[in-house]
């Protein structure tokens, strides 16, 4: 069974700092999906980036871009010049391309921003 | 606007009492997936329906009951045999037809033993 471990369960940053969050899995499958996804305090889950293991390019989606490491199993989150509606929980979640297609989730990482 | 309503936004359930969460989607997707959030945890799978009239266990299926009669509604109920069923809920759907599609998720229900 795959399993994600999000290590940091509180960060903080001060605003329009730089901060990474971590995110490791494990897995014995080759085609699978890697997404984070926040969540504020009103709870919505929404999602952030998404990276697919078959591709080498690390996603990048405005001011946030991942560390995919595939050998190493590692997949952080790197926010850039962080705002205060950045402040939520986020979660790094893995999909496999077979089966049920579930996502199985870490267990959060708080993010603080310091104004 | 597309998108996923879950309702109530709060439940609360009385001892040895059945509740019914709701999960409609307007997205015409396939797939939906109801999971559990607790505190410090991440969210867990209880169950998914990949297709109407269809549906399997997650992780966390036992004290809970879905069904899936119309591809745009996919009610959960925590039945009197979960015997800790305080949690937040959220529902997700997806589309299967296009392989790299994310899930979606509603705004979740709180629920609360009275």
């Known amino acids: 069974a795959q399993t994600v471990t999000q290590s940091q369960p509180e960060m903080s940053v001060q605003e329009a700092e730089t901060v990474t969050l971590s995110c490791t899995y494990d897995?014995?499958?080759?085609?699978?999906?890697l997404f984070w996804y926040k969540q504020p305090p009103s709870r919505q889950m929404i999602l952030v980036i998404r990276q697919e293991a078959y591709k080498q390019q690390n996603a990048t989606e405005n001011r946030f871009s991942v560390n995919f490491q595939k050998a190493a199993k590692s997949f952080s989150l790197k926010i850039s010049d962080s705002q205060l509606g950045d402040a939520a929980m986020y979660f790094c979640a893995y999909r496999s391309n077979f089966g049920n297609e579930k996502l199985t989730f870490g267990t959060g990482t708080r993010l603080t921003i310091i104004p | 606007d597309g998108g996923i309503t879950q309702s109530p936004k709060y439940l609360f359930r009385k001892e040895g009492q059945n509740v019914t969460l709701s999960c409609e989607q307007n997205?015409?997707?396939?797939?939906m997936y109801w999971y559990r959030q607790d505190p410090g945890q991440g969210l867990r799978l209880i169950y998914y329906s990949q297709i109407v009239n269809d549906f399997q266990k997650g992780d966390i299926a036992e004290g809970y009951s879905v069904s899936r009669e119309k591809k745009e509604s996919f009610p959960l109920t925590v039945t009197s045999a979960q015997k800790n069923p305080t949690a937040f809920y959220l529902c997700?759907?997806?589309?299967?037809?296009?392989?790299?599609?994310?899930?979606?998720f509603g705004d979740g229900t709180r629920l609360s033993i009275l």
């Open positions: 997700a759907s997806r589309e299967t037809g296009i392989h790299n599609q994310p899930q979606h």
């Open positions: 897995t014995s499958e080759s085609d699978y999906y």
């Open positions: 997205l015409n997707h396939d797939a």
